[in-house]
T-cell receptor, first 109, second 114 residues
Framework: GQNIDQPTEMTATEGAIVQINCTYQ??????LFWYQQHAGEAPTFLSY??LDGLEEKGRFSSFLSRSKGYSYLLLKELQMKDSASYLC??????????WGAGTKLIIKP | IAGITQAPTSQILAAGRRMTLRCTQD?????MYWYRQDLGLGLRLIHY???????GKGEVPDGYSVSRANTDDFPLTLASAVPSQTSVYFC?????????????FGSGTRLTVV
């Protein structure tokens, strides 16, 4: 079967750095996505990785290792507004997105 | 309209009733999707449509049906609602022509079946 694993919940301090990990086992691989979802709202696109390595977008970076079936989302200079759930999703060989259950990130002052 | 519009925003529905959740996009995306999101389970695909006139079953299609008469609209119908269909429903769209396409989501419909 196909599986995406991420921690259920993480806590971090405002101004700090946090890394959210995602491991996957899927039927084929055609890219990995990270989405942010604030409580009661729709998911919004953060990043996309298809090749190994680090993609940086401002305070957010996403890393991929296809051989290890592993990705992480790195959030720097945390702000209170970063409190949200972060969803990892992998596009399989049929170009369908397989979603993780999400990681709830709590930011404390 | 900008992006994807879903209606209604929320609904309380009696078990056994029929209901259609509406989804309209104005981005001319060719692919559209219906997901349900339940606590601790993540997003699960109900049905999808790669282009107007075609539909396919996702991971949890039972009890739901869809149609795609044109590019913009993708309604989801619950023929006879059951309490296990209580969930938040998201409609999404994407442009399959773009290699790194992401999905754009509607704001969701919170459905409670009692």
């Amino acid at each position: 079967g196909q599986n995406i694993d991420q921690p259920t919940e993480m806590t971090a301090t405002e101004g700090a750095i946090v890394q959210i990990n995602c491991t996957y086992q899927t039927s084929g691989f055609n890219g990995l996505f990270w989405y942010q979802q604030h409580a009661g709202e729709a998911p919004t696109f953060l990043s996309y990785n298809v090749l190994d390595g680090l993609e940086e977008k401002g305070r957010f970076s996403s890393f991929l290792s296809r051989s290890k079936g592993y990705s992480y989302l790195l959030l720097k200079e945390l702000q209170m507004k970063d409190s949200a759930s972060y969803l990892c999703a992998v596009r399989d060989r049929d170009y369908q997105l397989i979603w993780g259950a999400g990681t709830k990130l709590i930011i404390k002052p | 309209i900008a992006g994807i519009t879903q209606a209604p925003t929320s609904q309380i529905l009696a078990a056994g009733r029929r209901m259609t959740l509406r989804c309209t996009q104005d981005m001319r995306h060719n692919a559209m999707y219906w997901y349900r999101q339940d606590l601790g389970l993540g997003l699960r695909l109900i049905h999808y449509s790669n282009t107007a006139g075609t539909t396919g079953k996702g991971e949890v299609p039972d009890g739901y049906s869809v149609s795609r008469a044109n590019t913009d609209d993708f309604p989801l119908t619950l023929a006879s609602a059951v309490p296990s269909q209580t969930s938040v429903y998201f409609c999404a769209s994407s442009e399959r022509g773009d290699f790194n396409y992401g999905y754009t989501f509607g704001s969701g419909t919170r459905l409670t079946v009692v």
